[in-house]
């Protein structure tokens, strides 16, 4: 169990909100549009978490070292920005977690690597959002995660030490962070790990299978 938790930081997609649909279907849009065959949800929901890069390679088999990759990588992002919160939906025991932090005086916040162009947005249009203390987006430092500059810079605007934050995310890299921050980490195993994901490899403090697992591993002050 965590002791002396100050502050509580999540990850965005796959941790928070289920984006996958929104996201597999930007993609899925530029296959149609080009006349090629529509796949389904389930062969983009492993890549979700890697936003376009994932999107593209799971569309079109692309890496970013493609030519094309820029451009097809707007148009992602275009097709994305236009249905940003159709689908997308927050995680079950998302609301009951937040309230369980809240209840307890512990403040808590969103680190992602979404851009702020995406995450602003849809964190004003997701009501539950409205409690959070900090939003730092993949933009808001010069350098995204795994890099520690979000989390800690997080830390900073709550006012918490990062000894006494712990951080929640379902891919590797926010353990990476977590870990570089000095921060707790948490693996939630419910999110988009990708394929063949092995998540013991990460050395996290902890692992969730569900949001409101995470109130087990905080300690009441």
């Given at each position: 169990m965590f002791k002396n938790v100050a502050a509580v930081l999540f990850d965005l997609d796959g941790t928070l909100v289920d984006s996958a649909p929104d996201l597999g279907a930007a993609a899925d849009k530029m296959r149609t549009d080009r006349g090629l065959t529509s796949y389904s949800l389930d062969h983009y929901r492993p890549m979700a978490g890697a936003g376009a890069r994932g999107m593209l390679h799971k569309a079109f088999d692309m890496t970013p070292e493609h030519p094309d990759f820029p451009a097809m990588r707007e148009e992602f992002f275009v097709n994305y920005e236009n249905r940003l919160t159709e689908?997308?939906?927050?995680?079950?025991?998302?609301?009951?977690?937040?309230?369980?932090l809240q209840a307890r005086g512990l403040p808590w916040g969103i680190v992602t690597n979404k851009s702020a162009r995406f995450t602003d947005p849809l964190v004003r249009a997701t009501a539950l959002f409205a409690s959070a203390g900090v939003v730092i987006s993949g933009d808001t430092t010069p350098h995204a995660k795994p890099h520690p500059?979000?989390?800690?810079?997080?830390?900073?605007?709550?006012?918490?030490?990062?000894?006494?934050?712990v951080y929640v995310g379902d891919d590797e890299r926010d353990i990476v962070a977590g870990h570089a921050a000095g921060m707790s980490t948490v693996s939630a195993t419910y999110g988009y790990l990708g394929a063949h994901s092995d998540v013991s490899s990460w050395n996290a403090h902890a692992s969730i299978n569900s949001p409101v697992e995470l109130l087990q591993w905080i300690a009441v002050a």
């Open positions: 689908l997308t939906s927050v995680f079950d025991g998302v609301e009951h977690l937040l309230q369980s500059a979000p989390l800690l810079e997080a830390a900073r605007r709550l006012g918490v030490e990062p000894i006494r934050c």
